[in-house]
């Protein structure tokens, strides 16, 4: 499960999901979209439906990679645990694994009810190569891994998009025509 706004999907989400998926030889990585995002209230420029919709656009073509609308399906904010507890109920046979940032892996001790993500989950953190590997809090299974991290943000590609800057590359061809079909993130 690698969990976020995708407000809109980038190459970052992209490389990151794939990396991942490479070298822990997961069946699948599950890009689960954020139905609401209260953490970002006041900062999410599109809804639910258009962000999974980016989303599918983007892993269309890519092996093992899926949207997940399994939080727009509760509807309401999501916990963590909450969407891995469905992951199992659904694939009761699976080993399940959390892709967190090193950044937001440093929040986990914030978590709502974090000792249920403990036993669901095997946490992989994510870091940048060279940047000192972050170490999770006692209590977690976990794996480190180094992947490439592009130096794009959602934020500043919304940026981009209300100025008119080139967004060719960042996002993939698939997803800025859903915006520009959609009409999405225009000023
Ligand atoms: P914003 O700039 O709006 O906060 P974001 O891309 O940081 O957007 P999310 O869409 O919620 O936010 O990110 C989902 C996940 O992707 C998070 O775990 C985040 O750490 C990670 N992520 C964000 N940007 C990158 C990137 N450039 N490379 C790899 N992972 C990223």
Known sequence: MFGGTFDPIHVGH?????NV???LSLDQ???VVANDPWQKAGTVATSAADRLAMVEAAVAEVPGLEASDIELQRGDHSYTTDTLSELRRRHANA???LILGSDAAAGLPTWERVE??????TLVVVTRPGAEAMTP????TY???????LEVSSTDLRARFSDGRPLDYLVTAPVQRLIRERGLYLP
């Open 29 to 31: 990585v599950l890009l």
């Open 137 to 140: 809090p006692a209590g977690w």
């Open 95 to 97: 080993q399940l694994f």
């Open 14 to 18: 992209l490389v990151t999901a794939i």
């Open 116 to 121: 249920e993500v403990q036993e669901l989950a």
């Open 21 to 23: 998926r490479h070298s």
């Open 143 to 149: 794996e480190r891994l180094e992947v490439p991290r």
